[in-house]
């Protein structure tokens, strides 16, 4: 196994981002009437959950979570896989009316989020879109910025950062890492 070049949060690091997170949702939307987390498959969605279990401590509200498939709207389909794997994205709320916060693990050059708020245009229209991701590490291509960023990190492009969740992981981390 390689070993990371740093160390960037450990698993009480990220619960408080994710604390300071949510706190930060309520303060900007005046509570949670009427907000809905989506989590970008994969690891967005058990991040979106984490701040929905957060959102109703604070709120004593629950607060609906959606998970979105960005596969098929990628730009750069053609080079992941000959025979891409397609999940089905799952919003089980109506989204007219609605305040979604599309949820990821990191945010790079803003193309994941281009291809999310596609997917999640073709679902319905909500009122309006924020964005909360764990980590913003720059090198933006387009002009997308996250409302709420648990650490900003910067990087080189010969580096990568990998966040690990305990559901899919088995631990919670993030680290950077040569390429």
Known sequence: MREPKAMLMDANQ????LSRIAHEIIEKNKGTEGVALVGIRRRGIPLAE?????????EGKEVPVGTLDITLYRDDLTELSAVPQVHRSEVKFKLPGTVVIL???VLYTGRTVRAALDAL???GRPASIQLAVLIDR???????????VGKNVPTSHREVV??????????????????
């Open 162 to 179: 990998e966040v690990h969740v305990s559901d899919i992981d088995g631990d919670d981390s993030v680290a950077v890492y040569d390429l």
């Open 121 to 123: 245009l073709d679902i």
């Open 50 to 58: 984490r701040l929905a279990a957060k959102l109703k401590e604070f």
């Open 14 to 17: 990220m619960n408080r981002a």
């Open 138 to 148: 720059g090198h933006r291509e387009l002009p997308i910025r996250a409302d709420y």
């Open 103 to 105: 949820v990821d693990d």
